[in-house]
DNA sequence: AATGAATGAGCCTTCATTCAT
DNA sequence: CATGAATGAAGGCTCATTCAT
């Protein structure tokens, strides 16, 4: 596989991704990916068995990515209770990493909403790399010894009011600014103040309890 | 119209709304509707012009609705500052409302984040009624005298931190309980926790510093 | 049938004759018949068995009402040699009524040319009467004592640059006085004399034969 | 575009142009082309946008042809005064070309009724060329130094006299020999005498009138 | 005589996918 | 790798016609 080609294969990839996340997966027509990727219908059939094929494939890196990140941060020791550098580095990392797949967010969302799918892709965002087979995961089990009653707490608490909060600022940034008449930079500024003084104090109270 | 046919229509939209969250509009298909609406496929074109004309009426029921709760509650001296009891029905009631018309919720996150939609169906949750040429309107507006900078605040904080997390909850719930196999009582709970001790905790300490 | 349901029959057939004229008989819509008469479409089939039989019964109608006309004018000894003044009438007549039914012969045009027709509705125009068993009617052949050959060149003659020059002048008077921007009247007086220096001017010089 | 997609293409129109003057635009099924023109419905809409365009197409290069032979003709030195030889040598190639296209010439004549065409294509046959931005129409442009009144008189004779009469031969041959019970030979014939007998002596008595 | 509701058949068009080169 | 051509299977929508009252 030459470079050429290699390019071609992601660039349909990266025009799915957007146009998946403009119209929906059902929305999207393959023919519009070949358009916009500026290549021909029949080659991205070459590349990917069929359009869900392609759906996977970006999930799969998403997830892939997505993990990697989590993992590098546990190897550095993230649970430890003293890394709080770390783990700021880690929130600003991974943030960026999301707020860069955009699309994927967004397609992640739709895709989750559906009635069809037996699981839902964006839990994984609570539970990231649970489902991977990774003995390096172990390190994160080992770090949960709570009661599953307050680890059930923490999970909807950590995915309503942390993780989807976040997750719509992402997708629903560009849109909102446009309907408010505001810059993306004053976003950003409400948005992290607005966190702050919920998500955030949350975290604050329950460290102060120990 | 004789109560025989307005049922037809009427179950033609409520089949309509579950399949249109269940699949996606895009993903719906006019004759599953008919179908399982028990209908004569022609007949949903005799009662809407299109696919898409079924999906503007479905919005136009839910946001008619949503906005007569509000209004209902402004008149009974909603925003009030010793209303508190109204505030709490008012909360209790539109929960409730937005919960058994979850289908419709889910659309309207699905179709919020597609690219084409000029308006964003889903931010009308935060400034509802505000489209509506409405001199009791005039109500609400009277309570709005703070600048605008801080009612952007408001409105990020409310849409991201508030009304999204609730909005998940409702649209979620189901694959929450099932993928984490907890019962929607306990997911109550739980999420009702969650709140609490979140965007809850920033309204208690706004009123605070009054 | 009281005035009122009679009223109604007769409206759905102009209008279904001017629907039929505007966009042609598979382009006409029961729907745009009924909408444009004010019945209702249910009443349309209460009168008429089917679409086609609308039209059957506005040809049938044409056909009735030419035949009278022309056997009115074979009565009054329409083929004698010095019935001149009774031959300008007739043809003023026949015009005339031609005119006032554009509608009908633009559908007749249209329909003729189609390629499933049996018959050939257009040309009973030439030979108008031929398919009625009439007694009446024999008073015509009466008068044909010409060579077969010699009856096909009058047929062929009248038809092609007779009958058909005035069937178009009628259907496309509008539309021709519209294009090339003048009036109906400017119309009429070119369009007679184009006849009088082409057809009739066979008619005079086959006179002077004699 | 290969020789075997282009031959498909070709005989899509082929076939559409068949049926479209058999049953009318309205009364063609795109399944009976394919079917017909032994290729896939949906190669149909491969090529040409809608059925609309196929239409369109059609007419696009009948005008496109007949535009081309007048220019020819006139690139000859058509409207000279001593190019009799020359005026018979287009009369013979443009009749030609017309009887060959009858199929085109039928849908013309159909469409040009219906009501909603903004331009009514059969009048192009009289100011053929007139539309196309030419320098060599310039030509024909020269030729004319009559008034206005007695062009439009031109027009009219030539249109309804002259043109449709032969259009309607074309259109109506098969019928009418089938109908009269006559070959194409003898209708020829008989045809021939008709215009000569009228249209051709008014062409005659207008350049003796010099 | 009149009507709102209902329907089966079919039409134009689209779309994911495959073929052949 | 790459591509223009081709295709089967729908999908949305329409339409003449009928039902029930």
Redesign the interface.
């Known amino acids: 596989m030459d470079k050429n080609s290699e390019e071609s294969k992601q660039r349909i990839l990266n025009t799915a991704a957007r146009i998946f996340?403009?119209?929906?997966?059902?929305?999207a027509r393959i023919d519009e990916i070949a358009r916009e990727a500026e290549v021909n219908k029949a080659l991205i059939y070459y590349y990917y068995k069929s359009k869900g094929a392609i759906l996977s494939e970006l999930f799969r890196t998403f997830f892939k990515e997505s993990t990697a990140l989590l993992l590098n941060f546990v190897e550095r020791g993230g649970f430890a209770e003293d890394a709080e550098e770390n783990k700021r580095l880690f929130e600003a990392e991974y943030s960026h990493y999301l707020e860069s797949n955009k699309d994927l967010l967004?397609i992640l969302?739709?895709e989750?909403?559906?009635?069809?799918v037996g699981?839902?892709p964006?839990?994984r965002l609570v539970d990231i790399g649970g489902n991977e087979q990774n003995e390096r995961m172990d390190a994160i089990e080992e770090n949960i010894r709570i009661s599953d009653k307050e680890q059930?707490?923490i999970?909807?608490?950590e995915?309503?009011?942390g993780v989807?909060?976040f997750v719509?600022?992402v997708?629903?940034k560009e849109?909102?600014c446009k309907?408010?008449k505001?810059t993306e930079q004053?976003?950003k500024q409400?948005?992290s103040?607005?966190?702050e003084?919920?998500?955030e104090?949350?975290h604050k109270?329950k460290k102060s309890e120990f």
Request: net charge negative; glycine share 6%; hydrophobic share 40%.
């Open positions: 996340a403009e119209k929906g997966y059902d929305g967004k969302v739709v989750s909403l559906k009635g069809d699981e839902v964006l839990f059930q707490q999970y909807v608490t995915f309503f009011t989807m909060p719509c600022s997708v629903f849109k909102w309907h408010f505001i004053e976003f409400y948005f103040v607005a966190m003084e919920t998500h104090q949350y109270n």
